[in-house]
């Protein structure tokens, strides 16, 4: 850890970040449009590099609404074949940068019947069915605590907050339980029947590992996902990534609008 932060410290010029965000599948415009310098991930000590289409992989500094930010471009999957510690290694370091608030974002399908593509989505809770905990190993107490209480894991004053800025800028959200699965394959129609009855609104292949060792180490966390595909229990319809890319691409600028209205509220 004291490798990878004094590396970026000296790439950054000592820049202390406040806020981070992960972008998910789709999502990364707003790194590029606000982009101060950038490192890309396989440039620094112990991070892995992205390898999913429409992931740039890349750690993004700026300064947002006079706040310092961070950004991940990207983000490592556990269906990779990445470790949960790996893939979360970055929450860790943003939190030794500085980093007190958490942005989550991604790209998920719906399971909620009355979603529909390119609706935004306010994580409530989740239901980690990923078959892992990246807390296992190990306990770091300067990190968090051995057994870290997960009652409310998205801060619901940071929900708040969003739903009152989407109402200024007069965007609907929904709001949810995001359901993980470690992917890569997409859900079967049972799987979808079984996630509906088990109290999933949208499901997905991240997040929960990255707002688990957030919420463990201390920080705020709020989840946003992009549905990128109706609710289906039948097999009328395929998926694929491609359509993914397609409705977050559709959804990217009411969603730049509202992280950025976001950042003015918090």
């Not at 979603?115 to 306010?122: Q, S, T, V």
Request: with cysteine; proline share 4%; charged share 25%.
């Amino acid at each position: 850890m004291q490798k990878t932060i004094e590396f970026i410290n000296e790439k950054t010029n000592n820049f202390k970040p406040e806020t981070g965000i992960i972008l998910g599948s789709g999502l990364g415009e707003l790194a590029d449009e606000y982009c101060d310098f950038a490192i890309p991930y396989n440039d620094i000590p112990d991070f892995i590099k992205s390898t999913v289409h429409g992931h740039k992989g890349r750690l993004v500094f700026s300064e947002i609404q006079d706040k310092k930010i961070v950004m991940m471009q990207g983000r490592n999957h556990f269906y990779e074949g990445h470790s949960m510690r790996e893939i979360t290694y970055p929450v860790k370091v943003m939190k030794a940068l500085g980093v007190k608030t958490l942005i989550l974002t991604n790209a998920a399908g719906a399971v909620n019947e009355s979603f529909k593509p390119a609706d935004l989505m306010l994580i409530t809770d989740h239901i980690n069915n990923m078959g892992s905990n990246p807390l296992i190993g190990p306990n770091d107490d300067a990190l968090g605590e051995r057994f870290p209480d997960m009652t409310e894991v998205y801060k619901k004053t940071l929900i708040t907050t969003a739903e009152k800025c989407a109402n200024k800028l007069g965007i609907e959200v929904k709001k949810g339980v995001y359901w993980a699965n470690s992917g890569p394959s997409y859900e079967t129609p049972a799987e979808i029947k079984m996630i509906r009855k088990l109290g999933g609104d949208a499901v997905g292949m991240s997040t929960v590992p990255e707002a688990t060792v957030a919420n463990y180490c201390g920080m705020n966390v709020l989840g946003i996902s992009c549905i990128t595909n109706a609710a289906s229990s039948d097999t009328s319809g395929k998926l694929s990534h491609e359509e993914v890319i397609e409705a977050a691409d559709s959804a990217k600028a009411k969603f730049k609008s509202l992280i950025l209205e976001i950042l003015k509220n918090i």
